[in-house]
T-cell receptor, first 110, second 114 residues
Framework: KAGVTQTPRYLIKTRGQQVTLSCSPI?????VSWYQQTPGQGLQFLFE???????NKGNFPGRFSGRQFSNSRSEMNVSTLELGDSALYLC?????????FGPGTRLTVL | AQSVTQLDSHVSVSEGTPVLLRCNYS??????LFWYVQHPNKGLQLLLK??????LVKGINGFEAEFKKSETSFHLTKPSAHMSDAAEYFC????????????FGQGTRLTINP
């Protein structure tokens, strides 16, 4: 089976812009989670989607949002970008209790 | 609430010697525990997981971990380090109550000396 794919792999934006990241889970997996990785805060949970419904949300401001489509693909959106949003954004798809991660999208905010 | 503490931010060993990466956890529930590895500029790869079936868990690439409830520990070991093991390692705890949220340790950077 193909693994989790994320697009784009790299992204450069300026403050105030918005960005949309995409994630395609492993075939047959219905749950997708998003994580933010930064040198200072480490890996932090953003949200989880299952069958197009948000099941769980981390402690992030409302500028961070997501959605899931009927084919289980997921997008996350960050509006009004801040310098501190520069990070590696990782997507994971879940089978039972195990999450499998994609390669990530490296977002740089200038 | 769950939490994870990785006791060493950096471990350095010589090639061919044993590796020990230490992890303590805190959980209100019967936890699922995982070790993931991250090579530079890559995503996270699952090394192994504990889900209460057996206390000694074997993973990929010769790694194993032992769950010790009395010590709330889940240390990762490997008998003989290889240069390709150089990476960042994350100990992770999860509770699965309908939805799943992973809580990560801060990571241990493993350096292998030739």
């Amino acid at each position: 089976k193909a693994g989790v794919t994320q697009t784009p792999r790299y992204l450069i934006k300026t403050r105030g812009q918005q960005v949309t990241l995409s994630c395609s889970p492993i075939s047959g997996h219905r749950s997708v989670s998003w994580y933010q990785q930064t040198p200072g805060q480490g890996l932090q949970f953003l949200f989880e989607y299952f069958s197009e419904t948000q099941r769980n949300k981390g402690n992030f401001p409302g500028r961070f949002s997501g959605r899931q489509f009927s084919n289980s693909r997921s997008e996350m959106n960050v509006s009004t970008l801040e310098l501190g949003d520069s990070a590696l954004y990782l997507c994971a798809s879940r089978q039972t209790d195990t999450q499998y991660f994609g390669p990530g999208t490296r977002l740089t905010v200038l | 609430a769950q939490s994870v503490t990785q006791l060493d931010s950096h471990v350095s060993v010589s090639e061919g010697t044993p590796v020990l990466l230490r992890c303590n956890y805190s959980s209100s529930y019967s936890p699922s525990l995982f070790w993931y590895v991250q090579h530079p500029n890559k995503g996270l790869q699952l090394l192994l997981k504990y889900t209460s079936a057996a206390t000694l868990v074997k993973g990929i690439n010769g790694f194993e971990a032992e769950f010790k409830k009395s010590e709330t520990s889940f240390h990762l070991t490997k008998p003989s380090a290889h240069m390709s093991d150089a990476a960042e390692y994350f100990c992770v705890v999860s509770d699965f109550q309908g939805a799943q949220k992973l809580v990560f340790g801060q990571g241990t950077r493993l350096t292998i000396n030739p």
